[in-house]
């Protein structure tokens, strides 16, 4: 059967196959359902009312969307970057490995534009941002070549796992002469979003909180403890749940593998810090607001201070080899790097750098019920793609899901 | 700099135009139902219209205004005259902190009044005075924005007016997606209100906080309308886009000074042609030792401070 006709079939299996599960799996694609229906709600009223319905305002001007989406292209990122360690230690599932990494890319990269989206005055206007279509400001505007590669990123990752897939749908081994380079120029790629997005920040010379040239490594170094977080607690989960074949060494190694990332963040942090404090200029009011508050202020403080001690006791879970390899510490240590780096690179990285504002003044930016239940309906949207998703990819890597087969058997036991 | 008024059309059709009618001729096909839709997606920024284009857009926006406000706006397209290049003088010593500019320009340039019943829909104002303390010098940090005294000048405090600084190196420019906002030849930096897209890139990339964001539905009562309105200046401006100062383009280019210039009691403001070696701003110049904002910076501003 020719390619185009396979992936008609494909399509209409996997959504009967994502049609059937257990009540587990419809329980959590219920829940995710009511997060996108509040989220839309939330949204639709954002789109009455204006941006006023977010605590946004002219002197904090980014905020909660802006920063998740920062968060999640380092996400992206890093999911893909996985398949390094992979080929270099050989570890076993790496067929499964490509296949989870890109469609976590996948998934977190519609979150990204989803984010984009709800933060934009303008969403009617949003061709105006398109490749091809509008009138993209390249080569000065960072932001027009953050969506250049963003998209690029999104359509090979999109590209290769389809690929990948439809393959072993059809019961052939994908041809590594095709996936191969693609997988390879995807990891470049991934270096490249993100370092991107970062030059988005760091190319404004009016906001020194950003303007600092160690905030592009910075950013790839959380990135690559807080994408791995997420995989390792996917692993687990799918290595009980869908008995994929994942080794415990892989899953040690990785968490290693994060604790030198996270070694390097927070060097780079003590760096910054100590830069700030002993030079003690008037950029050092962004940091103080972030970690002590001004003039009373302090709507950021306690999170500031979560951050770091949850980015500490993970670096040393991961460090030590006794808590790196009990299930216990190790999966601890991924919620705390995940809470570390979340807070840090989404609001503890976009509000500082707007506090004070150019003209010296403190408003005190807290995100309203309607900007969080909008970002809880963009989880809920990347959560259910990647469920979906996976689904999909997990029953044809281990054969339960075959061109041969009429309709994907019903009884098969998958994880929601 | 480029310009949007006498700009040439580019003779052979772009990749984008090309696309964008086979989109066209797709969508036609399919239903008149969508013709606002494509509308808006066949548009182009001011600056890619020919003459006719942009004829047509002003007379849309006139139709709209009055639809709107029950009454005449005029808007118009006057282009930057060769050999201008506006400059922005403001004497420090002299200002002494009364806001008339602010008022005269919020009424001037269609500012939305904010809300009354939504009280966290603050008013716009393209000009920010800010009160600063004499012992601290020209320092941000101390500044104060929302002073509010029985009588100014108060003991011990000086004033400094922050407005768009129409830099020659934007860093607002640079960063915007889209395209939708440039300097023209005469300095004057503006912003396409049907282009831009409201990601407030050039918020963050302002040092001065000179562009303010339509958070809401902007607040204009039909009887405070000013009808002699820019395309690309004053005139209404949706929500969801950003807007700042532009040196009045609607007066200047005309030939009259901006409406803060001539609503300051003190005669602290002054505004000229900085290309006319006998102008007010080029005397001044001459005269005076003046600064900018934040040069350190690289913006080159063309609004001078000085202490006269
Ligand atoms: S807010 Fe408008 S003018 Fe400013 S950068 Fe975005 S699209 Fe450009």
Redesign the interface.
Known sequence: MRFDRAFLRFTAGSAKLVARGSSYYYGWIGLLAIFIVLGAVAYARQVD????V?A????V??GFYIGNFTFLVGVAAAAVVLVIPAYIYHWKPIKELVILGELLAVAVLAMCMLF?LV????P??????LP??????VP?????WD?LVLNIYFLLNLGVVTYLLVSLFRGRSPNPYIFMPLVMFSIPMAVTIHSVTAF??N?????PFWNASLLAPKFLASAFCSGPAIMLILLQILRKTANLDIKMEAIWKIAELMAYAMFLNLFFLVAEVFKEVYSDT?HL?HMRYLFFGLEGKTALVGWAWTSVAASVAAFFLFLIPATRKNLVTLNVGCVLIFIGVYIEKSIGLVVP??T??????IYEYDPTMNEFLVGLGIFGVGALLFTLMSRVAINVANGTFRLTQEAPRADVDVPA | MSDFTPLPRSPSPD??GF??KVVASAAIATSAGCRQALE??MK??LR?MSRAEVKDVLQKHEAEYKAKFGREVEVFATPAREGVLFGYGLDLSRCNGNRKCVTACVKENNQSRGSDD?P???PIQWI?V?EMEKDKGI?????N?YYNPKEVPEEGKFYLP?QCQQCENP?CV???????TWAERDGIVVIDYD???????C???????A???????PNLPSDQVNPNTHVLGNRPRP????EKCTFCIQRTRAGRYPACLEACPTGARKFGNLLDPNSEIRRLLEEKRVFVL?EE??TRPKFFYFYG
Not at chain 1, 49 to 52: A, S
């Open positions: 009312e204006g941006l006023i977010t946004l305002r002219d002197p001007s980014w984009v933060d934009v005055g303008r009617d206007r949003l061709t105006h941002i091809l279509l509008g009138s993209l400001n000065s505007s960072l932001l027009a969506v988005v920040y190319g404004l010379p009016g906001r008037h009011q750098g707007f004070p504002s150019v003209l010296g003044e | 990749r984008r696309l964008k808006e997606f182009k920024s890619e939504a966290h829909n603050n920010r800010l320092s941000f940090e101390h500044a924005p922050v860093p640079k960063v915007c997606p889209v395209g939708a282009w831009c897209i409201g990601c407030r890139c918020m963050s990339a302002c040092p001065y906080g562009r303010s964001f339509n958070w809401a539905e929500r969801g886009v950003v934040k910076l690289n």
